[in-house]
């Protein structure tokens, strides 16, 4: 059995090839890490649009649910050192990373036990454990922070990589540009995906732009890039992989727009009637959890028994963190302003 050449991964998110079913596929222990994250990352999120009908999340919500294929085929890709950053459509990608979703959902309620204290909601999740530096409100907003990252690392000499997710609309930003320009002239160690689910809010990429296929826009930058089925975690990986090495050898960033699909509107108070039932339709088709579940069963990497526990792990989960989110504390009003600005030994800022 070959082994990926990248750098020793997370745990239990390795992904090693076989080539015993003839097509050089990726192995049984990778497409069951795949099925459980990404059936982990959509129950959770089914629960929570439930939750937020009922009011016990508040604020915006922006459900992943479609997209999960675009964390989990990157997650086995890249090594426990490495950096994540993204947008506000952001609980997937902790959950992906191995945080507890019990910390994911007790932000989501506003308490003190999650993962931001509480005082983050919805769009700013982070896990320092984990590398993952949110969680972004500001439309575009994370993109030069991804390439200061990368910066950071490139300064210090190591071997690591930044993720820095963004979905359609940030590529009109003026930071998204400037970051660009900065990352290839600094040959910094960052990869830009963009998640192409096809629409800015409720408007579509061919309404604002001339430029449809989005990973053109690395041409203006001599940016290596790459187009990829979002919807496959096998295409999602080996992209990721191919563009992390680029990264640690010393050769800069890459751009990869990821096709994929949202099946919920933009956010819990988007109808989604900007398209067609026939179009939702046609993209569940490519549901990423479906294919590969199909793969497991077509190559019996697990039995009916086995998966169902899979299943059942995954609800368990799913019920735990509501559970947790429901009996923790909200943070108490004293705690406001903790955590605003670090503490510091600088003379001239103890005033």
């Not at 919500?61 to 952001?90: F, P, W």
């Not at 959890?289 to 059942?312: F, G, H």
């Not at 559970?323 to 503490?343: G, H, N, R």
Request: proline share 3%; aromatic share 10%.
């Amino acid at each position: 059995m070959a082994t990926n050449t990248t750098p020793k991964t997370r745990k239990k998110a390795t992904a090693k090839k076989s080539t015993s079913n003839g097509n050089n596929a990726f192995n049984k222990e990778t497409y069951l890490h795949w099925y459980e994250s990404m059936l982990l990352m959509r129950k959770f999120e089914e629960k929570a649009g439930q939750l937020y009908i009922q009011q016990k999340i508040r604020g915006f919500c922006h459900l992943y649910i479609g997209q999960e294929a675009l964390v989990a085929g990157a997650v086995s890709a890249i090594t426990k050192d490495d950096n994540m950053i993204t947008a506000y459509r952001d609980h997937a990608h902790p959950i992906g990373l191995g945080m507890d979703p019990k910390h994911v959902m007790a932000e989501l309620y506003g308490k003190k036990t999650g993962c931001s204290k509480g005082k983050g909601g919805s769009m700013h999740m982070f896990d320092k454990e984990r590398n993952f530096f949110g969680g972004h409100g500001i439309v575009g907003g994370q993109i030069p922070l991804g390439a200061g990252i990368a910066f950071a690392d490139k300064y210090k000499g190591n071997k690591n990589v930044t993720l820095c997710y963004m979905g359609d609309g940030a590529v009109r930003q003026g930071a998204f540009h400037e970051a660009f320009n900065m990352a290839m002239f600094w040959k910094l160690p960052v990869i830009f995906i963009i998640e192409n689910n096809n629409y800015a809010m409720g408007t579509a990429v061919s309404r604002v732009s001339n430029v449809t296929d989005l990973h053109d826009l690395a041409d203006s930058y001599k940016m290596p890039k790459d187009q990829v089925n979002g919807m496959s975690c096998e295409a999602v990986h080996e992209s990721i992989a191919k563009a992390a090495k680029r990264a640690r050898d010393g050769e800069g960033p890459t751009l990869i727009e990821m096709k994929t699909y949202r099946y919920k509107g933009h956010s819990m108070s988007d109808p989604a009637k900007y398209r067609t039932k026939e179009e939702l339709e046609e993209y569940k088709t490519l549901d990423p959890i479906e294919n590969v579940l199909n793969t497991i069963k077509k190559n019996k990497y697990a039995s009916d028994a086995e998966i169902e526990k899979i299943q059942q792990r995954v609800k368990d989960q799913v019920k735990e963190s509501v559970d947790f989110a429901e009996e923790s504390d909200y943070p108490d009003p004293s705690e406001l302003f903790e955590d605003v600005y670090t503490q510091t030994d600088y003379p001239f800022l103890k005033d």
